[in-house]
């Protein structure tokens, strides 16, 4: 098990269901109670039941995040649960040229990768601080964006712009509540194997040189309280361009990547 400090008391993980969200549920320590958030019952029922212990509180909440009403009801029990530990880790994505993706859908990815982590940040963000200064310990909040946030991306434009924002919120929130009893991460993973590829309509060669995602959120949270933004490698070549490229330059060379890894065996 991942030593972390602080031990957090409850932790808020979404998109628990599979992934680096299970993983992230996996590897906090088992002083953590946990409330996993997820679209899949059954697997966020067999998460429960792998990490539940005595004197360890496991719930979890089955929903979807786009939809502001589900995101009250996750809220408010969170609070219920004075929460100290929030994992902004949902998120969908969907490959494919902007103006032939279903508008539906890129509307969701702007849902639940931008709204719902505003939404959750800014509802339960200052009851965790006031809960860290009365206890004398800090709160804790991961926002895990990607390595797609440090340049545009074609075929995967909406998904990048996304990550994009959530880098550039976590970067800023950190530095607005420095003085706060709270630390926040900007998780920026590359390639990891998870289902994330297949739902967004890749081709799994993006995956040959994937990260696991238990070594993802294992060094997330030992990032946690020590650095602002982790970039762990997987396929990371895009987050580490050299700066001073022009924009369209690396525009232009992410789609011509992003068209490769697209492309499906006949």
Not at 12 to 25: E, P
Request: charged share 25%.
């Amino acid at each position: 098990m991942t030593a972390i400090k602080p031990e957090y008391r409850m932790a808020v993980v979404t998109g628990a269901s599979s992934g680096i969200g299970a993983s992230f549920a996996g590897n906090l320590p088992e002083s953590t109670g946990l409330l996993l958030v997820g679209r899949n019952g059954a697997r966020l029922e067999e998460l429960r039941s792998r990490h539940a212990r005595a004197g360890r509180a496991v719930e979890t909440l089955t929903l979807d995040l786009a939809s502001a009403d589900e995101r009250r009801a996750l809220i408010e029990r969170a609070e219920a649960l004075k929460v100290d530990l929030l994992i902004n880790n949902a998120g969908i994505g969907a490959f494919g040229p902007f103006l032939e993706n279903d508008p539906a859908a890129e509307l969701g990815m702007v849902a639940v990768n931008v709204t719902a982590v505003v939404d959750l940040t800014r509802a339960l963000l200052p009851g965790m601080i006031e809960h860290a200064g009365k206890s004398g310990n800090r709160a804790g909040l991961i926002i895990v964006s990607s390595v797609v946030a440090f340049t545009p991306v074609p075929m995967f434009a909406t998904y990048a712009a996304t990550k994009a924002f959530e880098l550039s919120f976590a970067e800023a929130l950190a530095d607005e509540v420095r003085h706060a009893p709270v630390d926040v991460l900007a998780l920026c993973p590359g390639a990891t194997r998870t289902e994330f590829f297949n739902r967004a309509g890749m081709a799994d060669s993006v995956l040959r040189r994937a990260e696991e995602p238990d070594d993802v959120a294992r060094k997330a949270l030992r990032a946690l309280g020590r650095q602002r933004v982790l970039v762990s490698p997987g396929n990371a070549r895009l987050a580490l361009m050299p700066a001073n490229w022009r924009r369209r330059v690396l525009a232009a060379g992410a789609g011509r990547y992003m068209r490769f890894v697209g492309r499906r065996d006949s």
